[in-house]
Nanobody, 127 residues
Framework: QVQVMQSGGGSVQAGWSLRLSCSAS????????LGWFPQAPGKDREEVSC????????YYADSVEGRFTTSRDNTANTLYLQMNSLKPEDTAMYYC????????????????????WGQGTQVIVSS
């Protein structure tokens, strides 16, 4: 049974930082790319970062490039998202997910190609 558990998040002021974590069990963690998908109220989930199975390749959406950094620790089966210089428009429920592929290109910004999802963690950024 695959389980994906998230932690982190919270409510901060613009310009501050937060770190999200995502741990998975019940699967071969380092076989798959991993993604982060924020979902703002009334909007679809949109992938903002992806990291390949060994962590050597990362993709970022233009909206977070230079501010967010994704990383993974395959020895701990854990994915991270370091979010710096947060903006009010970053406010969303953030979901992590395991890809169906080892790399990012074929699944980038395609939520339907991600297999297992965390429960979500709320990020609120006030101005």
């Amino acid at each position: 049974q695959v389980q994906v558990m998230q932690s982190g998040g919270g409510s901060v002021q613009a310009g501050w930082s937060l770190r999200l974590s995502c741990s998975a069990s019940g699967l071969t963690f380092d076989d798959y790319a991993l993604g982060w998908f924020p979902q703002a109220p009334g909007k679809d989930r949109e992938e903002v970062s992806c990291i390949s199975f060994r962590g050597g390749v990362t993709y970022y959406a233009d909206s977070v490039e230079g501010r967010f950094t994704t990383s993974r620790d395959n020895t701990a089966n854990t994915l991270y998202l370091q979010m710096n210089s947060l903006k009010p428009e970053d406010t969303a429920m953030y979901y992590c997910a395991t890809s169906t592929n080892a790399g990012c290109p074929d699944t980038w910004r395609s939520p339907g190609r991600y297999a297992y999802w965390g429960q979500g963690t709320q990020v609120i950024v006030s101005s």
